[in-house]
C-alpha cells in the first residue's frame, strides 16, 4: 500500500487549465500503476486517466485530447495535467495505486490505494 497526496485543485473559468499532482509514500511507487479518477455531486466515481509503470496510458473519452497523465518516479509522483477545461469536468478527483499493470483493468476496486481528492470547479 502507499498513502497519496493530491493537490492543485481550484477554481478556474472554462477554456483554462490546471495541473494535478498526486505524491506518494514509499520506495515502491515505481511498481505501482497510477489512475486518476473523479467524482461529481451526484454521480458516481468515474475513471479519467491511468498510467503504469512502463509509462504506457489509457484515458476516458470525455478527456482524451484534453487531459494528459504522466509520472515522475524519482519525486514519487503523478500528475494530470488538464486543458480546455468544461463546466462538465468539476468534480472532486481522486488519485489512486494499483500494482496490476493492465492498463484495462479500471475498476475501483483494482485500485487499493486513494487519497483524499482535490477539488476542481469550472466556471462557465
Known amino acids: 500500500q502507499v498513502q497519496l497526496v493530491e493537490s492543485g485543485g481550484g477554481l478556474v473559468q472554462a477554456g483554462d487549465s490546471l495541473r494535478l499532482s498526486c505524491a506518494a509514500s514509499?520506495?515502491?511507487?515505481?511498481?505501482?500503476?497510477m489512475g486518476w479518477f473523479r467524482q461529481a455531486p451526484g454521480k458516481e466515481r468515474e475513471f479519467v486517466a491511468t498510467?503504469?509503470?512502463?509509462?504506457?496510458?489509457y484515458y476516458a473519452d470525455s478527456v482524451k485530447g484534453r487531459f494528459t497523465i504522466s509520472r515522475d518516479n524519482a519525486k514519487n509522483t503523478v500528475f494530470l495535467q488538464m486543458n480546455s477545461l468544461k463546466p462538465e469536468d468539476t468534480a472532486v478527483y481522486y488519485c489512486?495505486?494499483?500494482?496490476?499493470?493492465?492498463?484495462?483493468?479500471?475498476?475501483?476496486?483494482?485500485?487499493?490505494?486513494w487519497g483524499q481528492g482535490t477539488q476542481v470547479t469550472i466556471s462557465s
Open positions: 498510467i503504469n509503470s512502463s509509462g504506457n496510458t
Open positions: 489512486a495505486a494499483k500494482k496490476s499493470q493492465n492498463l484495462l483493468r479500471l475498476s475501483r476496486s483494482d485500485f487499493g490505494s
Open positions: 514509499g520506495r515502491t511507487f515505481s511498481t505501482y500503476a
